[in-house]
């Protein structure tokens, strides 16, 4: 039977297939350390936990709620992001609650794109970045990752060479899945190329608390005129564990906040109440609780570089996210990602994220996510030097091993 059109513009979802392998290997009684999905396993805070029971012994609290957030939520939002970047947003036209920055760019893509639209974006990306517009009938040009001196050239050439001209930009910094972080200069650079060129930027900053080297990470709307031509998605699920609560925001340009507004009434009716009223809890508090999830990830992140190191697999050590953006080792690299993610949880008991599934120009790499304690990150490196050791003294395995597949 034919698939549907949408599905056929979908390629098989790479990540299903280390899941299978995953879920295969523990079936046969294998210890697998996951680092591949980035699951926060940390608790949501007490305090948040607690304000969530607060309020469901309210009846009144079960009933719909709204989908662009109670009017608490989107204030506390707009506070947040006064105390954080400096920036003013009317709580009233320029924020929506979402369920998770996920759905906030599905349903972006929903509203604004038309079948044909060409949209720039970074490859390797969040898969969502890409599919959500290639299943509202858009078209994906490729920008390079790295926000540097090569950028805005890549976006002149998208604009030259691309019939119609693009509609939209993504930008995703820190980023999801290379840790890569951007200056304030990189987006008043973007942001002047943007309104020069009449071109939205939909910018994802899901992971603008995790950082490690001192430096905050900027907010594209902290430039001048940003707000002109942008959207800004965040995300409750990483600072504050909590990925399961399904919460964040779209915040921005009055127009596009509009749109998704309107697109969503037609969709939900928005996260539960008392998972709204305690999301509002969290960001009007004193910050401690992010700083508390931020240490961790750091520990686990100095933990992760080091041990692996002395494994044999250097890591670049990344300055935010909860990601290390790994190059696979020289002997392996020939596989490419897939494969070798395949190898890890076969001979390793170590699942990572292969990096094509965030676009082709990621294969040579995995994404190693801090979710799992100390002690078990150094297990997985123990682990690793093992199966490096092995495939060293026998270099032909490696070519053995992926022959009987």
């Avoid at 098989?12 to 523990?26: D, G, S």
């Avoid at 939205?200 to 950082?211: N, T």
């Avoid at 100095?302 to 020289?330: L, T």
């Amino acid at each position: 039977m034919e698939e549907f059109h949408k599905v056929r513009r979908l390629p098989p979802y790479v990540f299903e297939q280390v899941n299978r392998l995953k879920a295969t290997a523990r079936s046969n009684g294998a210890d697998i350390i996951d680092l591949g999905m980035g699951n926060p396993d940390l608790p949501t805070p007490k305090a948040i936990v607690d304000k969530l029971c607060e309020v469901v012994r309210d009846p009144r609290t079960h009933r719909y709620s709204s989908s662009r957030g109670i009017p608490g939520l989107r204030r506390a939002q707009a506070n947040y992001y006064a105390r954080r970047f400096g920036v003013k947003l009317n709580p009233d036209t320029q924020v929506v609650a979402t369920l998770g920055s996920k759905e906030g760019f599905a349903n972006m893509a929903q509203a604004i794109t038309a079948p044909g639209d060409v949209i720039l974006c970074p490859n390797p990306t969040y898969p969502i970045h890409a599919f959500g517009f290639i299943m509202s009938g858009g078209v994906i040009r490729s920008l390079q990752a790295e926000p540097d001196d090569g950028f805005i050239p890549a976006l002149e050439r998208g604009i030259r060479h691309s019939i119609p001209k693009p509609l939209a930009l993504i930008l995703n910094y820190p980023s999801n899945p290379t840790a890569l972080v951007a200056s304030l200069d990189f987006y008043k650079d973007v942001v002047a190329f943007a309104r020069k060129n009449d071109i939205i930027i939909l910018s994802d900053l899901a992971y603008s608390e995790i950082y490690f080297d001192g430096n905050p990470p900027p907010s594209v709307l902290q430039v001048p005129g940003a707000i002109d031509v942008a959207v800004e998605f965040t995300s409750m699920s990483k600072t504050f564990s909590m990925p399961g609560w399904r919460m964040g925001f779209a915040v921005g340009n009055e127009r596009l906040i509009s749109a998704l507004t309107r697109v969503k009434s037609y969709l939900d009716y928005g996260a539960f109440t008392p998972i709204q009223v305690a999301a509002a809890h969290a960001l009007n508090g004193d910050g401690a609780d992010i700083a508390e999830v931020r240490e961790v990830y750091h520990r686990r992140r100095d933990v992760m570089v080091d041990s692996f190191g002395r494994a044999g697999w250097d890591i670049p050590a990344p300055a935010a996210s909860m990601f290390a953006w790994a190059p696979i080792p020289e002997p392996f690299k020939h596989l490419g990602s897939l494969e070798f993610s395949k190898l890890l949880i076969e001979h390793a008991d170590v699942a990572v994220a292969p990096g094509v599934g965030f676009g082709e120009h990621g294969d040579d790499f995995v994404r190693l996510a801090f979710v799992e304690n100390e002690h078990r990150i150094r297990q997985a490196a123990r682990n690793i030097k093992r199966f490096l050791s092995s495939s060293a003294k026998q270099p032909n395995n490696v070519v053995s091993l992926t022959a009987r597949r």
